[in-house]
């Protein structure tokens, strides 16, 4: 990631996923090996692939077309993928998108 203050926002809205939404999530790292536009942060909730590519406030039109087409292809196959600019947002539009969810049976976290 290339500023800080996206570092931090990474950071916070990891903490909030894991409090509010308890899943499976990991900060992606660009690499040779890694595919072009894969969001931030990616994880799974009750059954579902969230794709979040992080942006600073104010940054929210620096999409690239890759990470535009990535974040397509994520919800065209079922998953959730949005662009986020803080651990608030990252909650309402994750809220707004689990409406839509058919409940899971209820199960112990290990």
């Given amino acids: 990631m290339a500023s800080k ?3 931090k926002a990474v950071k916070k809205i990891l903490e909030m996923l894991e409090n509010s939404f308890p899943g499976f999530y990991f900060k992606t790292h660009g690499g040779l090996y890694q595919r072009i536009g894969l969001p931030d942060i990616m994880g799974v909730h009750r059954g579902r692939l969230i794709g979040i590519e992080v942006k600073c406030p ?20 079922g998953g959730v993928g949005f662009m986020s600019t803080s651990p608030e947002d990252t909650k ?3 809220r707004k998108e689990m409406k839509s969810w058919p409940i899971p049976k209820k199960s112990s976290r290990f």
């Fill in 5 to 7: 203050p996206e570092t």
């Fill in 58 to 77: 104010g940054k929210e039109d620096t999409l690239t077309k890759n990470q535009e087409k990535t974040l397509r292809l994520i919800r065209l196959y």
């Fill in 92 to 94: 309402s539009k994750l």
